[in-house]
């Protein structure tokens, strides 16, 4: 059975740092992208970046650019989502998710995890 | 990023088809496809249709996805109360080498 557990959210300072974690299991990590998602209260859906499987080939949408590293770590099965120069605007509830593959590229989306809220205000 | 058009709401009887649209361009939804989310309150997003149009596994045959051009659609068809929820496309945009996101449309079921 798959699963995504994200952790590291929390209220923060604008100007600080977070770490988001995705913690995940059932199905072999390396093989797939992974996708953080970020969903401002009462909003819609913003994709915020993928990496790849080996972890070579990180998006970002322009948002946060700059600001923002993921990264993942295939021995703990792991994605992170390194947040600094945090703006209030970047106060929602974040989501890991399941990306494609090279032989299945189709499959993103397809698992998310619960969620980890980041509130950003002084 | 310029994201996916959708409406915003969409209204229709029990048992009733409805039919969401999601409008995008060459590089996204007319390149490879959009997949289809529902979110109900309080719950994260739950895939309904990948971008090749397959459904998951669990995923009910009511829920069908199609795609002309550059616009993407999603149709339930015997729409039940449980339907009630926001639905979402998603797209990879080759020019922008990144996912977009549709607004989302709220369906409501009478």
């Known amino acids: 059975e798959v699963h995504l557990l994200e952790s590291g959210g929390g209220l923060i300072q604008p100007g600080g740092s977070l770490r988001l974690s995705c913690a995940v299991s059932g199905f072999t990590f390396s093989d797939y992208a992974m996708i953080w998602v970020r969903q401002a209260p009462g909003q819609g859906l913003q994709w915020v970046s993928v990496?790849?499987?080996?972890?070579?080939?990180?998006y970002y949408t322009d948002s946060v650019k700059g600001r923002c590293t993921v990264s993942r770590d295939n021995f703990q099965n792991t994605v992170y989502l390194q947040m600094n120069s945090l703006r209030v605007d970047d106060t929602g509830v974040y989501y890991c998710?399941?990306?494609?593959?090279?032989?299945?590229?189709?499959?993103?989306?397809?698992?998310w995890g619960q969620g980890t809220t980041v509130t950003v205000s002084s | 990023q310029a994201g996916l058009t959708q409406p915003p709401s969409v209204s229709k009887g029990l048992r009733q088809t409805a039919t969401l649209t999601c409008t995008g361009n060459?590089?996204?939804?007319?390149?490879?496809?959009a997949v289809w989310l529902q979110q109900r309150q309080g719950l994260p997003p739950k895939l309904l249709s990948y971008r090749n149009n397959n459904r998951p596994s669990g995923i009910s045959e009511r829920f069908s996805a199609s795609r002309s051009g550059n616009t993407a659609s999603l149709t339930i068809t015997g729409l039940q109360f449980e339907d009630e929820a926001d639905y979402y496309c998603a797209a990879w945009d080759s020019s922008l080498s990144g996912w977009v996101f549709g607004g989302g449309t709220k369906a409501t079921v009478l």
């Open positions: 990496i790849s499987g080996n972890g070579d080939n990180p």
């Open positions: 060459s590089n996204n939804v007319g390149n490879q496809g």
């Open positions: 998710a399941k990306g494609g593959s090279p032989e299945r590229p189709d499959d993103a989306f397809d698992f």
